[in-house]
């Protein structure tokens, strides 16, 4: 063997050219490499919380059995019933003494209400005085409410005495001057089978000898309110009007012969409705309350405030709101009362006044 044939042949090495297409393919690699990476270990992540959340949720009791409803496109806000502001003039009277007076009444001059903790109040001359209370202590938070008592809605009675339905006690009389309670309906008794769980408003005869009142529910308190969710405008002898932009709440005569209506909750159109997203939608509203309390929920509501003034028929008249709820929110009641507006409310701290002169 000789030299020659001992070697071996080497390939003579080229140089490697670099180009601006040979970058942008190694940079698209590059790309497509790490977006690979990035997708799998967000899908695993994912997975590693849905599969523990999804388990936890079929597992954990439901406080509520929601039931589908079927609501027609809420009417748009246009004409009279045009978003505003108008309910930010309203100014907030007695800030911090009171909390939820969720009706009002006078009787002369002189305003009554029902609050959160309990108490019926009396204001006059702008001190507050609590004239009675129908349950009893102790009184704080809402697992209080079964034995506190909760007034809602609340009449003056032609002998001006005061009707008040306590959402857990029943229709009660009180007499606005001692403070004396007379039980008239109590939710201890079952009417025509079914007891009473969540009473709610009531209206007196002008001869006084007749009391309708509501009841919201024959299996949800008012603590549960938000739970109560299948009964959603059923019931009624006659339709007076429908497909309203809210869920109505108190209605209280207006001095034109009409009614004014509160709006617990607002149904934006245009906009994103979620009454109307979650109506029939009872899975999604099962992993909810599976997963968040009330509490947690309301801070989701959207404080838009709206309170219409219908005509005698039933058509709409004028309608003020607080988009935003900056100034009144959880409106619950519009009681009209020497050209004032006085608001109502569940959860607010305040009575709200609007001028109706300057409105």
């Not at 108490?119 to 004239?131: A, H, L, N, W």
């Not at 012969?257 to 009872?282: C, I, N």
């Not at 909810?288 to 005509?311: C, D, G, N, R």
């Amino acid at each position: 063997m000789n030299e020659a044939a001992g070697l071996r042949q080497r390939r003579p090495l080229r140089p490697q050219v670099i180009t601006e297409d040979s970058l942008v393919q190694e940079a698209k690699e590059g790309t497509t490499y790490s977006s690979k990476v990035f997708r799998v270990t967000f899908l695993t992540l994912a997975v590693a919380v849905a599969v523990p959340l999804l388990g936890v949720t079929v597992l954990l009791d439901c406080p509520l059995d929601p039931q589908p409803i079927s609501l027609k496109e809420p009417p748009l806000l246009m004409g009279v019933l045009e978003s505003n502001t108008k309910l930010r003039k309203a100014e907030r009277l007695w800030e911090n003494q009171l909390v939820g007076p969720e009706s009002i009444v006078n009787i002369g001059d002189v305003l009554f209400t029902g609050t959160a903790d309990g108490k019926i109040i009396r204001i006059e001359d702008g001190e507050i005085q609590t004239i009675a209370r129908i349950g009893h202590g102790p009184c704080g938070g809402r697992e209080d409410e079964p034995t506190c008592g909760r007034p809602l809605g609340m009449r003056v009675g032609p002998n001006n005495t005061l009707f008040v339905a306590d959402a857990y006690y029943g229709l009660y009389e009180v007499d606005p001057d001692t403070g004396e309670t007379k039980p008239l309906v109590s939710t201890k008794i079952l009417i025509e089978g079914q007891k009473l769980s969540f009473v709610n408003d009531l209206t007196v005869t002008r001869d006084g000898r007749k009391i309708y009142f509501t009841d919201s529910s024959s299996k949800w308190q008012r603590q549960d309110y938000l739970y109560y969710v299948s009964g959603l405008m059923k019931g009624g002898a006659d339709m007076f009007v429908e497909n309203m932009p809210g869920l109505p709440d108190n209605i209280r005569l207006s001095s034109s012969g009409g009614y004014w209506v509160a709006m617990a909750a607002v149904r934006p159109s245009p906009g994103f409705s979620v009454l109307d997203f979650l109506s029939e939608k009872t899975w999604i509203k099962r992993m909810i309350f599976k997963l968040l309390s009330q509490e947690t929920v309301m801070k989701f509501v959207p404080k838009y405030s709206l309170v219409v003034e219908l005509s005698e028929t039933g058509s709409y008249k004028r309608s003020f709101h607080d988009p935003n709820g900056v100034k009144v929110a959880y409106i619950s009641e519009a009681h009209e009362h020497n050209g004032h507006l006085y608001l109502g409310s569940f959860r607010s701290p305040f009575i709200g006044r609007l001028d109706l002169q300057h409105v």
